[in-house]
Protein backbone atom coordinates (compact mmCIF):
# COMPACT_ATOMS: atom_id res chain seq x y z
CA UNK A 1 0.00 0.00 0.00
CA UNK A 2 1.68 3.12 -1.23
CA UNK A 3 1.66 6.12 1.46
CA UNK A 4 0.96 9.83 1.90
CA UNK A 5 2.77 11.82 -0.65
CA UNK A 6 3.80 15.02 -0.89
CA UNK A 7 5.57 17.77 -3.09
CA UNK A 8 8.14 19.42 -2.88
CA UNK A 9 10.36 18.04 0.02
CA UNK A 10 12.12 21.23 0.28
CA UNK A 11 10.86 24.94 -0.80
CA UNK A 12 13.11 28.00 -0.30
CA UNK A 13 10.99 31.42 -0.75
CA UNK A 14 11.80 34.95 0.37
CA UNK A 15 9.64 36.78 2.58
CA UNK A 16 6.18 38.07 0.57
CA UNK A 17 6.06 35.52 -1.87
CA UNK A 18 3.52 32.40 -2.73
CA UNK A 19 3.89 29.11 -1.87
CA UNK A 20 2.31 25.69 -2.89
CA UNK A 21 2.40 22.15 -1.58
CA UNK A 22 0.91 19.32 -2.93
CA UNK A 23 -0.51 16.35 -0.84
CA UNK A 24 -1.96 12.71 -1.95
CA UNK A 25 -3.25 10.96 0.54
CA UNK A 26 -3.41 7.15 0.92
CA UNK A 27 -6.40 5.63 -1.39
CA UNK A 28 -9.56 5.34 0.29
CA UNK A 29 -8.58 7.42 3.25
CA UNK A 30 -11.69 10.21 4.05
CA UNK A 31 -9.68 12.22 6.48
CA UNK A 32 -7.06 14.19 5.23
CA UNK A 33 -4.98 16.82 7.76
CA UNK A 34 -2.53 19.43 7.22
CA UNK A 35 -0.40 20.05 9.87
CA UNK A 36 2.82 23.01 10.54
CA UNK A 37 5.44 21.72 12.53
CA UNK A 38 8.13 24.12 14.19
CA UNK A 39 11.31 22.78 15.07
CA UNK A 40 11.36 21.45 18.65
CA UNK A 41 7.22 21.09 18.64
CA UNK A 42 4.74 19.19 18.58
CA UNK A 43 2.74 19.17 15.02
CA UNK A 44 0.03 21.81 14.74
CA UNK A 45 -3.35 20.93 12.96
CA UNK A 46 -4.17 23.55 10.31
CA UNK A 47 -7.06 22.19 8.69
CA UNK A 48 -9.04 18.85 8.46
CA UNK A 49 -11.07 17.94 5.75
CA UNK A 50 -13.40 15.03 5.66
CA UNK A 51 -13.54 13.83 1.88
CA UNK A 52 -13.67 18.03 0.54
CA UNK A 53 -15.45 19.08 3.09
CA UNK A 54 -13.50 21.12 6.07
CA UNK A 55 -13.73 20.28 9.47
CA UNK A 56 -11.76 22.19 11.36
CA UNK A 57 -9.63 25.36 10.21
CA UNK A 58 -9.68 27.26 13.36
CA UNK A 59 -6.03 27.39 13.59
CA UNK A 60 -5.51 28.05 9.86
CA UNK A 61 -4.26 31.46 9.19
CA UNK A 62 -6.39 32.64 6.99
CA UNK A 63 -5.68 35.53 5.68
CA UNK A 64 -2.43 34.51 4.21
CA UNK A 65 -2.66 30.30 4.22
CA UNK A 66 -5.64 28.39 1.89
CA UNK A 67 -6.13 24.99 1.53
CA UNK A 68 -8.70 22.64 -0.76
CA UNK A 69 -9.44 19.27 -1.54
CA UNK A 70 -10.90 18.86 -5.16
CA UNK A 71 -12.51 15.76 -5.70
CA UNK A 72 -12.20 14.03 -2.18
CA UNK A 73 -8.57 13.03 -2.64
CA UNK A 74 -5.97 14.99 -3.18
CA UNK A 75 -5.28 18.68 -1.50
CA UNK A 76 -3.16 21.72 -1.75
CA UNK A 77 -1.81 24.41 0.56
CA UNK A 78 -0.96 27.57 -0.35
CA UNK A 79 1.18 30.44 1.50
CA UNK A 80 0.43 34.01 0.31
CA UNK A 81 2.19 36.36 1.66
CA UNK A 82 4.71 34.26 3.28
CA UNK A 83 6.23 35.23 6.58
CA UNK A 84 9.52 34.54 8.18
CA UNK A 85 7.83 32.85 11.00
CA UNK A 86 6.24 30.25 8.45
CA UNK A 87 9.76 28.34 8.52
CA UNK A 88 8.53 24.99 9.51
CA UNK A 89 8.07 21.73 8.44
CA UNK A 90 4.12 21.47 6.57
CA UNK A 91 3.19 17.43 6.95
CA UNK A 92 -0.06 15.76 5.23
CA UNK A 93 -1.85 13.34 6.88
CA UNK A 94 -4.75 10.76 6.13
CA UNK A 95 -6.68 8.68 8.05
CA UNK A 96 -9.56 6.16 7.85
CA UNK A 97 -9.47 6.71 12.12
CA UNK A 98 -8.75 9.34 13.76
CA UNK A 99 -6.66 8.32 16.29
CA UNK A 100 -4.11 6.25 13.98
CA UNK A 101 -3.17 9.01 11.21
CA UNK A 102 -0.34 8.38 8.14
CA UNK A 103 1.87 11.06 7.82
CA UNK A 104 3.70 11.67 4.46
CA UNK A 105 7.68 13.32 4.49
CA UNK A 106 6.66 16.68 4.83
CA UNK A 107 8.12 19.22 2.70
CA UNK A 108 10.98 21.74 4.42
CA UNK A 109 9.99 25.40 4.30
CA UNK A 110 12.41 27.97 4.88
CA UNK A 111 11.44 31.26 4.04
CA UNK A 112 14.26 34.12 3.75
CA UNK B 1 -8.27 24.86 27.56
CA UNK B 2 -6.62 21.95 26.05
CA UNK B 3 -3.16 20.97 26.86
CA UNK B 4 -0.86 17.48 26.89
CA UNK B 5 2.55 17.57 29.00
CA UNK B 6 5.34 15.46 28.77
CA UNK B 7 9.18 15.52 29.65
CA UNK B 8 11.03 17.51 27.00
CA UNK B 9 14.19 14.52 26.96
CA UNK B 10 14.82 11.45 28.62
CA UNK B 11 18.31 9.16 28.19
CA UNK B 12 19.25 5.56 29.05
CA UNK B 13 21.01 3.02 27.89
CA UNK B 14 20.70 0.49 25.20
CA UNK B 15 18.97 -2.55 26.58
CA UNK B 16 17.39 -0.92 29.49
CA UNK B 17 13.85 0.14 30.08
CA UNK B 18 12.24 3.89 30.12
CA UNK B 19 8.89 5.48 30.76
CA UNK B 20 7.35 8.46 28.92
CA UNK B 21 4.76 9.90 30.87
CA UNK B 22 1.96 12.36 29.31
CA UNK B 23 -0.47 14.00 31.47
CA UNK B 24 -3.60 15.84 29.59
CA UNK B 25 -6.24 18.04 30.10
CA UNK B 26 -9.09 18.03 27.26
CA UNK B 27 -12.38 17.39 26.70
CA UNK B 28 -14.64 15.67 24.81
CA UNK B 29 -11.65 12.88 25.85
CA UNK B 30 -11.61 9.73 23.69
CA UNK B 31 -8.40 8.08 23.86
CA UNK B 32 -4.26 8.36 24.20
CA UNK B 33 -2.15 7.88 20.96
CA UNK B 34 1.14 7.81 20.47
CA UNK B 35 3.46 8.58 17.42
CA UNK B 36 7.63 8.50 16.86
CA UNK B 37 9.45 10.83 14.81
CA UNK B 38 13.20 10.57 14.41
CA UNK B 39 15.38 13.48 13.26
CA UNK B 40 14.49 14.78 9.64
CA UNK B 41 10.95 12.25 9.32
CA UNK B 42 7.36 12.26 9.09
CA UNK B 43 5.77 10.65 12.72
CA UNK B 44 4.62 7.16 12.62
CA UNK B 45 1.89 5.81 14.64
CA UNK B 46 2.82 3.44 17.84
CA UNK B 47 -0.56 2.93 19.56
CA UNK B 48 -3.75 3.62 20.61
CA UNK B 49 -5.10 3.53 24.31
CA UNK B 50 -9.53 3.80 23.97
CA UNK B 51 -9.70 2.27 27.52
CA UNK B 52 -8.04 2.12 31.31
CA UNK B 53 -4.73 -0.62 31.06
CA UNK B 54 -1.76 -1.56 29.27
CA UNK B 55 -1.65 -2.21 25.72
CA UNK B 56 1.61 -4.10 24.16
CA UNK B 57 3.03 -4.17 20.71
CA UNK B 58 6.57 -5.95 21.06
CA UNK B 59 8.82 -3.96 22.46
CA UNK B 60 6.25 -1.08 22.99
CA UNK B 61 3.89 -0.67 25.42
CA UNK B 62 0.86 1.83 26.32
CA UNK B 63 -1.07 2.70 28.99
CA UNK B 64 -3.77 4.91 30.13
CA UNK B 65 -5.73 5.77 33.31
CA UNK B 66 -8.75 7.85 32.21
CA UNK B 67 -8.98 8.77 36.31
CA UNK B 68 -5.50 10.58 36.57
CA UNK B 69 -5.75 11.64 33.10
CA UNK B 70 -2.60 10.44 32.63
CA UNK B 71 -0.89 7.79 30.18
CA UNK B 72 2.71 6.26 29.72
CA UNK B 73 4.78 4.84 26.73
CA UNK B 74 6.99 1.86 27.65
CA UNK B 75 9.67 1.03 25.82
CA UNK B 76 12.09 -2.26 26.74
CA UNK B 77 15.21 -3.82 25.38
CA UNK B 78 16.12 -0.52 23.87
CA UNK B 79 17.86 -0.06 20.87
CA UNK B 80 20.11 2.46 19.75
CA UNK B 81 17.40 3.35 16.71
CA UNK B 82 14.74 4.37 19.33
CA UNK B 83 16.15 7.20 19.66
CA UNK B 84 13.69 9.67 18.23
CA UNK B 85 11.37 11.92 19.59
CA UNK B 86 7.94 10.87 20.89
CA UNK B 87 4.65 12.56 20.92
CA UNK B 88 1.42 11.81 22.76
CA UNK B 89 -1.48 12.69 21.27
CA UNK B 90 -5.60 13.11 22.04
CA UNK B 91 -8.20 12.66 18.69
CA UNK B 92 -10.18 15.65 20.21
CA UNK B 93 -13.86 14.66 18.98
CA UNK B 94 -16.01 17.10 21.42
CA UNK B 95 -16.52 20.45 20.13
CA UNK B 96 -14.08 20.34 16.78
CA UNK B 97 -12.17 17.29 15.52
CA UNK B 98 -8.45 18.75 16.06
CA UNK B 99 -6.00 16.28 17.50
CA UNK B 100 -3.84 17.59 19.96
CA UNK B 101 -0.34 17.02 19.96
CA UNK B 102 1.89 17.25 23.17
CA UNK B 103 5.30 19.45 22.29
CA UNK B 104 7.44 15.69 22.47
CA UNK B 105 9.64 14.02 24.55
CA UNK B 106 13.35 13.33 22.48
CA UNK B 107 14.56 10.13 23.94
CA UNK B 108 18.55 9.82 24.08
CA UNK B 109 19.71 6.04 23.80
CA UNK B 110 23.12 5.56 24.79
CA UNK B 111 25.52 2.70 23.91
Known amino acids: EAGVAQSPRYKIIEKRQSVAFWCNPI?????LYWYQQILGQGPKLLIQ????????DSQLPKDRFSAERLKGVDSTLKIQPAKLEDSAVYLCASSSRQETQYFGPGTRLLVL | GQSLEQPSEVTAVEGAIVQINCTYQ??????LSWYQQHDGGAPTFLSYNALDGLEETGRFSSFLSRSDSYGYLLLQELQMKDSASYFCAVPNRGGGFKTIFGAGTRLFVKA
Open chain 1, 49 to 56: FQNNGVVD
Open chain 2, 26 to 31: TSGFYG
Open chain 1, 27 to 31: SGHAT
